[in-house]
């Protein structure tokens, strides 16, 4: 493909008159973060997250203007198993490629999940004075949400991974050497395997003059995802299956026990920006 120079010297005049006219701003946002989830069996409990960001917004006219950015978001929480010794099974393959029923009970089993994420937003601005140097401001957009990594880290008072081959109706309880068997005080860490969505993003707050270049903005928002950040194409056992021992079994956590949940970010509390005018 060819490129003409004078189209490509005439883009980069324009989108830099675009940057020249536009509104600058930086700032940060905190609140509840929670990555919400239709998989059964468990419960949740929220940790505050949060956010930072950078952008400009580009005015239109007097009242609407159009926005773009780059954010920085950190969700966390804990996951359990509802009741708290419970028993899930998963069919796995063993190293003479027998398939079996994995049987994993757990006692107490927990999870502490830390997402970070990029997120790219594309909003619309409406805005009105309201007072000297006092300004409404609403913002209603998208944003694509990447997950950068998607982390746990499970613990648990016992786990007891056992196996039920039914081709022969044999039980194996203990066979360490094997993968079967109970390890106590269980501590690992894993990580999700995830894809990018959209989210709908909306604030609602005042801007403050401070100067004639400066502004304090203040908000509340309130961002929404669709569809799933979890990337896999098969349910898998919340503790992994290891071949070879008992002692060294990875947790593909608790939402990868079905592959079409629908895990995705929810979030909203408070933003608080610098506008460079």
């Known amino acids: 493909m060819k490129f003409n120079s004078k189209n490509i010297i005439g883009t980069i005049a324009f989108l830099i008159s675009q940057g020249i006219a536009a509104q600058f701003y930086v700032g940060i946002q905190s609140g509840i973060g929670a990555i919400q989830s239709d998989v059964d069996g468990i419960k949740t409990s929220n940790r505050l997250g949060g956010a930072v960001k950078a ?7 007097t009242h609407f203007g159009i926005g773009s950015g780059v954010e920085f978001s950190q969700y966390k929480q804990e996951v359990s198993l509802y009741p708290s010794s419970a028993t899930l099974t998963n069919f796995e393959v063993d190293i003479s490629t027998s398939a079996f029923a994995y049987n994993v009970t757990t006692k107490n089993y927990r999870e502490k999940q ?3 994420a990029v997120q790219i937003p594309l909003f619309v601005q409406y805005k009105t004075t309201i007072n000297k140097g006092i300004d409404f401001n609403f913002r209603a957009g998208a944003k694509y949400f990447l997950p950068v990594n998607y982390k ?19 039980t194996i309880d203990n066979l360490p050497e094997y993968g079967f068997g109970r390890q106590d005080n269980y501590s690992s860490s894993g990580e999700y395997k995830t894809k990018g969505i959209i989210m709908s993003s909306f604030e609602l707050g005042f801007t403050f003059d401070m100067g004639s270049k400066h502004s304090l903005y203040a908000a509340m928002f309130l961002e929404n995802g669709y569809g799933t950040i979890l990337d896999q194409n098969k349910n898998e056992s919340y503790i992994g299956y290891n071949p070879t021992s008992t002692a060294d079994r990875k947790p593909n956590g608790l939402y990868s026990t079905d592959k079409d949940a629908k895990i995705r970010p929810v979030a909203f509390g408070v933003t608080v920006g610098w506008n460079f005018k």
């Open 152 to 170: 746990i880290k499970a613990t648990a008072d016992y786990v007891n991974g056992t196996a039920y081959y039914p081709d022969v109706n044999l």
């Open 55 to 61: 952008g400009y917004i580009y005015s239109l006219n």
């Open 114 to 116: 830390t997402l970070h």
